[in-house]
């Protein structure tokens, strides 16, 4: 168990990547990791659009928005700091109307089976929705629910622990790694 918190605690999100190819058989990994994932009432209403290569990941890039708490000119990857690779998280509505917790559970699992291999992840809602889901020829009964950028992280994230009062917000060091508050176990959890 020890390794897995270990695992717990270093995926964090990254923004900022060597510019390194992804082996095939870690995408693949990635991928089974989401198609393992539970599902409510095993309706399995996911589906996953990979975006490799220079131009097909840049063309997403220009439709993402990152790292909403700091300026722009600090949170946002430079070009040669970009995710090598993106997967598109797509919900099929005819399956199920609702699947978030379904694409929550399968983000989780890809994130983890990633930084398995030291492959970080930046799991972005805040992108242009419509001309992604124009971009990737989805259909009437599709909805992009998130994309994620894959990459090998040219940074550091760093858990603190939080005090009471601190703001939530994560923040660069001096290095540009960045530093992540969290709260303490006893300021989230009550026995009932």
């Not at 993106?86 to 699992?109: E, K, P, R």
């Not at 550091?156 to 703001?167: D, L, Q, Y």
């Amino acid at each position: 168990m020890e390794n897995l918190m270990d695992l717990l605690k270093g995926r964090r999100s990254y923004r900022r990547f060597e510019q390194k190819e992804i082996d095939s058989l870690i995408i693949d990994e990635i991928l089974t990791a989401a198609r393992l994932a539970s599902s409510a009432a095993n309706r399995q209403p996911l589906s996953y659009i990979v975006v490799e290569g220079g131009n097909k990941t840049e063309q997403v890039f220009e439709y993402t928005k990152w790292a909403a708490a700091l300026p722009p000119e600090l949170g946002q990857p430079k070009e040669n700091e970009r995710p090598t690779l993106f997967i598109a998280v797509i919900q099929n509505t005819d399956i199920s109307a609702n699947s978030d917790t379904d694409a929550g559970l399968a983000i989780s699992n890809m994130t983890l089976a990633a930084w398995n291999h030291g492959v970080g992840s930046c799991i972005i809602a805040n992108c242009n929705k419509a001309a992604l889901s124009e971009l990737f020829g989805l259909s009437v009964n599709q909805k992009l629910h998130t994309v994620i950028g894959f990459g090998y992280p040219a940074h550091k994230s760093i858990i603190v622990p939080m005090e009471s009062g601190e703001s939530f917000s994560y923040y660069l060091d001096e290095n540009k790694d960045y530093i992540v508050p969290k709260r303490k176990l006893s300021d989230i959890v009550t026995y009932f």
